[in-house]
């Protein structure tokens, strides 16, 4: 996690606020069907995706990953 700037610090708040981090990813169709995006990206993205929740589910904190659009709040 330390390679992960955003994780890091979630995991560093989250220590300081007795909060739990939910480490998520979304699979966007807008960005898979996006013109600049192939197949050897989102294979790439996938290999990295395993070895992420393996590591994160070795911490405690397993990857959740959902398909669907993000929403801004």
Do not use: C, N, Y
Not at 47 to 66: C, F, H, M, N, Y
């Amino acid at each position: 996690m330390l390679d992960h700037a955003a994780l890091w610090e979630a995991e560093k708040a989250s220590r300081k606020d007795s909060g739990r981090v939910l480490p998520l990813f979304i699979v966007q169709e807008t960005v898979l069907s996006a013109p600049d995006s192939d197949a050897r990206h989102w294979d790439f993205i996938r290999e990295s995706l395993i070895e992420l929740r393996q590591r994160l589910t070795d911490l405690g904190a397993p990857l959740v990953i959902k398909q669907g659009e993000a929403q801004a709040r």
